[in-house]
């Protein structure tokens, strides 16, 4: 069964930090990917999507990950962050094949941005 | 843009009450999904609709979860008994084709007292 792996559960950053959040995958065929943020309180917001092409996508806000199809990696980065970013942020996965397959959670990264 | 909405956007029951709660998806959606999150714990998947039924659920989707896309906008989640562990966020998402992401409504906060 597909899964998908946050190995950090909570960041604290200063604010100019960079970030990189790992992300892990295991599925055997071909998926698309998915970086969601949930600000406090609020609903998930897609950040940025993987379907095919170039592996280094770029999102909203100057967030940008990279899918590394021989590591089932899809990390997101951002090269200074704000205390704005603030939020959760979720890596997701679905199988690229099927119509009704279902998008898998990563457990969560716990974002805190100190100004 | 066109969006998901969702109501309410909280409830809050007792204990062994039914619960609807209600989801608008993207009117040309095809594609439709619950996922709950309970406080400060993963987004897990509960259902996927397509053409009128269930096409995957999850082990927490048990009898006392249900789904209906009664009229051809709403899609309704129920919880005919709720317990104290279906307190959470419950989130309605639909996609449009075979491929592409999922747009996802703000979310139904229940409380079950």
């Known amino acids: 069964a597909q899964s998908v792996s946050q190995h950090n559960h909570h960041v604290i950053l200063s604010e100019a930090a960079s970030l990189e959040l790992g992300c892990n995958y295991s599925y055997g065929g071909t998926v698309n990917l998915f970086w969601y943020v949930q600000y406090p309180g609020q609903h998930l917001q897609l950040l940025l999507k993987?379907?095919?092409?170039?592996?280094l996508v770029k999102g909203i806000k100057g967030f940008e990950a990279e899918f590394i199809k021989s590591k089932f990696s899809f990390n997101l980065r951002k090269p200074s962050v704000q205390w704005s970013d603030t939020a959760e942020y979720f890596c997701?996965?679905?199988?690229?094949?099927?119509?009704?397959?279902?998008?898998?959670f990563g457990a969560g990264t716990r974002l805190a941005v100190h100004p | 843009e066109p969006e998901v909405t969702q109501t309410p956007s909280h409830q809050v029951t007792q204990m062994g009450q039914e619960v609807i709660l209600r989801c608008v998806p993207i009117?040309?959606?095809?594609?439709f999904y619950w996922y709950r999150q309970i406080l400060g714990q993963k987004v897990e998947f509960l259902v996927s609709?397509?053409?009128?039924?269930?096409?995957?659920k999850s082990e927490i989707f048990d009898d006392q979860f249900s789904v209906e896309r009664p009229d051809g906008s709403n899609f309704t989640l129920k919880i005919r008994s709720t317990k104290l562990e279906d307190s959470a966020m419950y989130f309605c998402?639909?996609?449009?084709?075979?491929?592409?992401?999922?747009?996802f409504g703000e979310g139904s906060r229940l409380t079950v007292l």
């Open positions: 998402a639909s996609r449009g084709g075979r491929k592409g992401e999922l747009f």
């Open positions: 009117s040309n959606h095809l594609y």
């Open positions: 993987y379907f095919s092409g170039d592996p």
């Open positions: 997701a996965v679905i199988p690229s094949s099927g119509g009704y397959n279902k998008l898998i």
């Open positions: 609709f397509y053409n009128n039924e269930i096409s995957e």
